[in-house]
């Protein structure tokens, strides 16, 4: 359902006609799974000199990386908390922190599409024929005609420097990571020298896996498409 209101978005912004009813009605019923905060929060109220794009970005691309920093030192406080108790168990239990990744990685994977489509739309300009000698610009922000395509433009430029490295993180970076935190365990996700069925049983009953928060991504699929949840990711953002 979010892809679908994400392609009716995407749909309009490039000129397509409007859904008709009560395809647009059900549709706009059901905005609020995009998850897109800056839909549902008056920013422009908070802003004194308005709420356009380039704020908008930085918003919503900042605040998961900063919850995601917060996250992660509160787990290494908890964690070092518990150390003398674990060594004088004998065990030094690192969980805790690496739950708190895999727990980051399956929110994230919620509203990827959302941060993902907000960072393309900066790339995205029209030009219009403005006429020779004429004051105006001739090229416009598709998604918010208060920006300008100006490349002599200072704030511009920052906000494709901004956007290009946020496109490194979230619509590349992440399927990645994802990748390769289920590529540590791809032996016991694909049990060599067992039949499916075998196989399937082996990791039902694997203890490390079943430890492993971020096994979740990878367990839904048959053995050798263990990778398919990173497949359907780059699906839903193509």
């Known amino acids: ?106 929110v994230l994977f919620l509203v990827l599409p959302t941060i993902s489509r907000r960072i393309c739309q900066t790339f995205r300009c029209v030009d219009y024929d403005v006429g020779e000698g004429s004051a105006l610009h001739h090229s416009y922000l598709v998604v918010d005609y208060a920006v300008v395509c100006d490349q002599t433009s200072e704030e511009y430029r920052n906000m494709i420097i901004f956007a290009s490295l946020m496109l490194l993180v979230y619509p590349i970076g992440v399927p990645l990571a994802v990748l390769t935190m289920l590529g540590r365990f791809r032996s016991r996700l694909d049990p060599k020298n067992l039949s499916e069925h075998d196989a399937i049983k082996q990791r039902q009953n694997d203890e490390v896996l079943r430890k492993e928060p971020i096994m979740t991504f990878a367990l839904l699929y048959r053995p050798r498409y263990w990778w398919y949840e990173i497949y359907n990711m780059l699906r839903r953002l193509a």
Not at 67 to 96: C, D, I, P, Y
């Open 1 to 106: 359902m979010q892809i679908v209101l994400l392609l009716e978005s995407n749909h309009a912004e490039v000129g397509g006609t409007e859904m008709p009813n009560p395809y647009s009605g059900f549709l706009k019923t059901v905005g609020f799974l995009n998850l897109d905060v800056i839909q549902f929060v008056p920013f422009n109220c908070v802003y004194s000199d308005g709420f356009d794009h380039g704020k908008a970005l930085v918003l919503e691309c900042s605040v998961p990386l900063a919850l995601f920093v917060l996250a992660l030192s509160f787990s290494g406080w908890q964690t070092r908390r518990r150390m003398v108790a674990a060594v004088r168990a004998g065990v030094r239990n690192k969980e805790e922190t690496n739950h708190t990744m895999t727990r980051f990685m399956q």
